[in-house]
């Protein structure tokens, strides 16, 4: 009897077997011809063997994979091995380089307005930030042995040094005795060792690693001792930035010498080659042609601020590549040396923008220092040297807030990025150029003519501003003003864009530390004193500050720093210059003297001198 196949259990089949008969079915329905059951099984094995050698090739290249990971995970530890991250009972060994970073005056606010200035300018997430921003491992606090607020001299004595002193000091301990500093003692101890700037090479923070003088204002001592007439020698391998005029004698042009003193030719005695424009840099190719040691100064004075320089590229070049140029010339120096490098990058004229309370200058400040500090991480990690980066600022300069009351209402919630990114240069820039027009030609013409060219040239064309009001205008045009033009110009933008000052000096505020990896830079991990981060630097290197110092204090009668080596009486240290009068604090903070009621009866006197006409020592 036949068998009602419905019944029958259904046959077991894997879909892979299903799958294919399927597709034998397929083809038998295109072609009219039946499939036999041989020929499917046939086509069956051959799929199966077909997925098991897949399965194989598949598993050898995901092997190889592996093994290729393995090796080159081996290789990259054998080359950091030799310096691997250091604990708190260790000391990093083998060759390394640092190189650290200076954002002279930049506070936490200048971060919080260019990251905003940004994204609005470069049509930008919110979330997108700055290199810098994912780099920030801490703070620091910034206060020196004579104030709560300091200045530049005495905030990167501590970096150099890792010691607190006065307001003023370069390189000097309260005492008027000199203390060593992380770049000499890395010259000393074999490494190379390099200062970029992008204003003058004698200002205050390069001249803390290469020099001592009893005050800042000694340019025309600190150029000498950076070219090596200095009590330990030469000490600097690399110096590119600005301030010719302090190297320049007294009977040149374009010289600030107090004597004809030509330190130009002293340098090249002292084996220095030396570039002073763009076409001598350029011919550094990057670094690669760079021989040490290698003088080059670009500027008279400060290199321009970058909304400005950016225009003039083929006569200055920017912090990035100078910072490019120096790593590359201090690699190749180094590349055969058991010791690396040490350099110390400024991106200075953060600083001159918050003196001159002048936010569109500032944010292209910020970010050509963020450009500089991205190509600084990027050379340490294509580098086969092991090396670290570290950033911090001095001091805050200008009290700057991302916010201003423009009326006695309660203020509106808002300020505007759109207001900086109208302007096309400087506030510098554009009172140069009133002041030379006011030379030329602008005191001989009527008042109306003089109005025109301030909105039209000046205020539109400069600083982006369309709606002038006439009490501005009046301010800027009236020549017994007690402000100079600079602050007017400076508070026309920082009103139209509600970005607020509280000062024309620096503050208190705690700034940022920032470093390539916190793995490496630990130590400064959290909130700390700026001295901290002169000690790291020593202990990276592993360096003895101390020792320098010792060596410095007994030459306290070196005679190479003296214009008198003739009299008969040498005060002890006179090679750093005059100490300070018995009125300056160099220890312990002052106290309220009515300060108040002197500056509200207009009895302050204020001397506005060059640079951000701010009558401010930066």
């Known amino acids: 009897m036949a068998q009602d196949m419905s019944l029958l259990p259904p046959r077991p089949s894997s879909a892979g077997s299903s799958i294919r008969n399927a597709n034998a079915e397929e083809e038998a329905l295109l072609t009219g011809e039946r499939v036999k059951r041989e020929q499917l099984q046939d086509n069956g094995r051959r799929a199966f063997w077909k997925e098991v050698g897949l399965f194989a090739w598949a598993s050898i290249a ?31 060994t083998g060759k390394r380089n640092l190189i650290f970073m200076v954002s002279d005056g930049m506070g936490p606010t200048s971060l919080s307005m260019t990251r905003s200035f940004r994204q609005f300018t470069d049509g930008l997430p919110i979330d997108d930030i700055l290199v810098l921003d994912k780099h920030h491992i801490g703070t620091s606090r910034t206060r020196s042995s004579s104030s709560l607020v300091t ?40 490494y190379k060792t390099g200062l970029v700037v992008t204003t003058r090479i ?13 005050m800042r204002q000694y340019e025309d001592k600190i150029a000498a001792q950076e070219i090596g007439e200095h009590p330990l020698g030469r000490v600097v391998d690399l110096i590119l930035g600005g301030g010719r005029c302090h190297f320049l004698p007294n009977s040149t042009g374009g010289s600030c010498r107090g004597d004809d003193r030509d330190l130009i030719a002293a340098a090249h005695g002292n084996g220095f080659s030396y570039i002073n424009d763009r076409a001598g840099f350029d011919a550094l190719k990057q670094g690669t042609a760079a021989k040490l040691p290698l003088l080059g100064l670009f500027a008279d004075q400060d290199i321009p601020y970058e909304i400005d320089r950016r225009s003039q590229n083929d006569v200055y070049p920017s912090l990035e590549e100078m910072a490019r140029t120096a790593l590359t010339a201090l690699s190749e120096a180094t590349k055969d040396s058991e010791q690396g490098f040490f350099l110390m990058i400024e991106g200075s004229r953060i600083d001159h923008a918050g003196h001159g309370n002048d936010p569109a200058a500032q944010v292209h400040e910020v970010l050509a220092y963020d450009k500089a500090f991205a190509a600084v991480a990027e050379f ?7 090396g670290v980066l570290v950033s911090t600022s001095d001091h805050e300069t200008g009290g700057l807030a991302a916010a201003r009351q423009l009326h006695k209402s309660y203020p509106e919630y808002k300020w505007f990025p759109s207001v900086l990114a109208n302007a096309s240069h400087s506030v510098e820039y554009v009172s140069g150029k009133f002041h030379e027009y006011l030379q030329d030609r602008g005191r001989e013409d009527s008042e109306s003519k003089q109005r025109e060219y301030v909105v039209k040239n000046l205020l539109e064309k400069g600083l982006g501003v369309t709606d002038p009001a006439d009490w501005e205008v009046d301010a800027l045009l009236d020549a017994g003003s007690e402000l100079p033009p600079s602050y007017v110009f400076a508070d026309i933008i920082s009103r139209r864009a509600q970005i607020g000052w509280s000062t024309h000096g620096h503050s208190a505020v ?28 020593a202990d990276y290197l592993d360096v003895d500050l101390g020792s320098v110092t010792k060596k410095l204090q007994s030459l306290a009668y ?13 005060e002890k240290f006179s090679w750093m210059g005059n100490p300070l009068g018995e009125n300056v604090r160099t220890e312990g903070l002052d106290t309220y003297h009515g300060e108040f009621k002197r500056s509200t009866e207009g009895d302050d006197e204020v001397v506005f001198t060059g640079g951000c006409e701010c009558g401010a020592v930066h």
């Open 380 to 386: 340490l990690e294509n580098d086969s040297t092991p």
């Open 510 to 537: 705690d700034v940022n530390i920032y470093a390539s990896s916190p793995r490496d830079a630990w130590p400064l991990v959290g909130n700390h004193e700026n001295t901290d981060v002169g000690s790291f630097l």
């Open 151 to 190: 200045d530049s001299a005495a905030g990167a004595t501590a970096f150099s040094c890792g010691d607190k002193s006065y307001n003023g000091a370069i390189s000097v301990l309260p005492d008027h005795s000199p203390c060593g500093t992380v770049l000499e003692a890395a010259a000393l101890a074999g």
């Open 202 to 214: 004698t200002d205050a923070t390069p001249a803390c690693f290469a020099s001592h003088v009893n």
């Open 558 to 570: 070196w005679s190479g720093g003296l214009e008198n080596i003739q009299a008969e009486k040498i």
């Open 62 to 92: 995901t092997i190889a994979v592996i093994v290729i990971a393995v090796v080159y995970q081996h290789e990259i530890a054998k080359i950091h091995r030799a310096n691997p991250p250091w604990s708190p009972k260790e000391k990093p």
